[in-house]
């Protein structure tokens, strides 16, 4: 079958922007996207870059934009993506830094694992029932499957808009040492405050495409949820992710609903630098009728949801 593919291609030497191209070309049942790039480069154009290695969605290194979605070429199937899609369009990972064609910079990505520190702290080991195995120990939460190839990162929203956020990958591999039994307690009080500033996980939005895009199911948004989640269990509660968290909890556990008129105060609290801060936004709200009462009304069945609210609490697994 004689396939179009569209090729975003850049050669920095001599384009200024990148430019799509597009190649016609015949392609075998059961062929993957790497398999028929690789064939593109030996037949078609030998000045295709591409970074491929183990072709078997092991080393992580053949991630792209396939089709408008983050995937790994050497096990994406060119009949299935036909199927769904009508079309081949293949293009680097968004929000790196392209070398060329489809070979990007994965520099900040390095750095960012770097900087969570992805070792075991030495210390006096944590004690944990069943902490004995360490390999696919279940507490790693599949964590630890993480190939690094970066598909997460070109598909995360924040990532898109503020380049020094830690990034799920990143993020997920400072779940895993938390989760890992060897590691020692004041290490991971110690890894959990370094990812409390700005760019670390209360940046997160919960979008989920991290989750949605990730090839060995590593599921990132659920790391960040977890080291969240360990952070207030550890009294790490002044961030304004972690206010922000808490009031809306607490509001829906007094109110049945979340307020708007009292949740920037949850957030801000009472500081006058605070307020003066949310003023313009309380103007705004209040001249749109956004603004509801502060005091809220009691929903019926309030004292139900309370209820459900205190069971899911005392059925949540301990961090
Ligand atoms: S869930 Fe969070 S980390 Fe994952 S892609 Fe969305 S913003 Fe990024
Ligand atoms: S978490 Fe998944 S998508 Fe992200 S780098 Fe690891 S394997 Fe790739
Ligand atoms: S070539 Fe190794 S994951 Fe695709």
Known sequence: MRLTFTIQR????????????????????????L???????QECDGSLALRYSCRSAICGSCAMTINGSEKLACRTSLRKE???????????????????????????FWRKIRDVQPWLSPGSARRREGGGGVHSHPQFHNVDACIMCGACVAACTVHEVSKEFAGPAALAKADRFLSDPREARASTKARLSALQGEHGIWDCTRCNFCVEVCPKDVQPMEAIIRLRRA??????????GARHILGFASLVEQQGRLNEALMPLKVVGLAPRGLLHILPLGIKMFLKGKMPNPLGHAFPGLGHLKDLIRRAKRALPPV
């Not at 990148?18 to 049942?29: K, L, Y």
């Open 10 to 33: 850049f050669n920095p030497e001599v384009d200024s922007t990148a430019h799509p191209q597009e190649i016609r070309f015949d392609v075998g049942r059961g062929m993957t996207v």
């Open 35 to 41: 398999d028929a790039l690789i064939r593109i480069k």
């Open 82 to 108: 036909l199927e769904r899609h009508g079309q081949i369009t293949v293009a680097p990972l968004r929000n790196f830094p392209v070398i060329k064609d489809l070979v990007v910079d994965m520099a900040p």
């Open 231 to 240: 952070s207030l269990e550890r009294g790490m509660t002044t961030t304004g």
